[in-house]
């Protein structure tokens, strides 16, 4: 039980230190980040440790998951819009989105305004590791609640997809939390079972440069660092199983590659955290993380909570099945 809880924690934790560690550097190029910091490996800028609208919308989407029965759109948007602090780096179409839904308007209609030509951005993938928690256990729940969590802000199918690629992609480090990672076999798994052929191939494209070792360029030409999902998710898996012995070394890379270096930051700690756990963050990391509604002592009760209410879904489960067999 205590590694399920580790587990837990470290992939809410890992969202946050990759989005703090990569919100200072957002939009720079790798060039730029190794010219002003070396490798960056901690968190910098004032304040330090300070998280973007992605630990928000994390800590918003759990609140959503543990507070209603009904999974209702709209009551997800209405909690990120109490959340929303216009100075933690939102998108510009989500930002657009929760000023609208400030200024009274219905969340459908909102989103109908903001994202009228959809949106395919990483968003909704970064987001989602609260998901992937409650329902690592039952796939076809966790892609139905996953696109209806991307729903609220991403209607592109590519947005969709790929939030529910990286829960996927959490889900299944969950499962081999604490043993021995095996990269391909865990791409092949992805693979074979994702419909979405845009990201077929960039699964596939994760294989080949995992079998070839490719270098911090090859992995931005071939699998992006930019804001969409197609450029995000599976660059975050790369940076995982590349590092698959290091959560360290696995964010480090990730918001070292520049471009959308606190989201990809995030995605890559939500899969390493949910692999590794919490208790393979290094402490500098956790002691610079803020505090407060938004920090770390806010996401360690929210992981907890995932972690009881999906032990009550499992015992529901099993009784439910001894009653059927009786």
């Known amino acids: ?5 580790d587990a837990f924690r470290g992939s809410l934790l890992g969202t946050a230190v990759g989005d703090a560690i990569g919100r200072p550097v957002q939009g720079w190029s790798a060039a730029r980040i190794a010219r002003e910091h070396g490798e960056l490996r ?29 999974l209702d759109g709209g009551e997800l948007a209405r909690g990120i819009q109490r959340r929303y602090d216009p100075d933690r780096n939102y998108g510009r179409t989500t930002a657009d989105f929760l000023r609208r839904l400030k200024g009274g308007e219905r969340w ?13 951005g990483g968003g909704a993938a970064a987001r989602i590791a609260p998901c992937a928690l409650l329902f690592h256990s039952d796939r076809a729940t966790l892609e139905r609640v996953a696109e209806t969590s991307a729903l609220v ?24 939390h604490g043993g021995v990672l095996d990269a391909i076999a865990f791409v092949v ?3 074979s079972t994702t419909a979405t052929i845009e990201f077929r191939q960039k699964l596939r494209a994760v294989e080949e440069c995992l079998e070839r070792r490719a270098s911090a360029k090859t992995v931005r030409d071939r699998l992006g660092c930019n804001a ?7 660059t975050a898996l790369y940076c995982f199983l590349s590092r698959g012995q290091s959560l360290e070394e696995a964010i480090a890379f990730a918001v070292n590659l520049g471009g959308e270096a606190h989201s990809i930051g995030a995605m890559t700690g ?21 505090r407060g509604e938004e920090g770390r002592e806010a996401l360690e009760r929210l992981a907890d909570r995932l972690l009881d209410r999906w032990l009550s879904r499992k015992a529901s489960a099993a009784s439910s099945i001894g009653r059927a067999g009786s």
Do not use: K, Y
Not at 156 to 167: D, I, N, S
Not at 228 to 234: E, F, P, R
């Open 1 to 5: 039980m205590q590694d399920l809880r």
């Open 42 to 70: 901690d968190p910098v800028g004032h304040p330090r440790g300070r998280t973007t609208g992605d630990t928000q919308m994390t800590i918003a989407l759990a609140e959503w998951l543990l507070e209603h029965e009904i």
């Open 108 to 120: 459908d209609t909102a989103a109908s305004h903001a994202f009228a030509r959809g949106s395919f």
């Open 153 to 176: 802000t991403h209607c592109h199918p590519l947005g969709v997809a790929g939030a529910v690629l990286q829960a996927r992609q959490i889900a299944l480090a969950l499962e081999n």
């Open 189 to 191: 798994e992805l693979r």
């Open 228 to 234: 969409t999902a197609l450029g995000s998710v599976s």
């Open 270 to 290: 939500a899969i390493a955290g949910a692999f590794h756990g919490a208790s393979a963050i290094p402490p500098r990391w956790l002691d610079a993380l803020e």
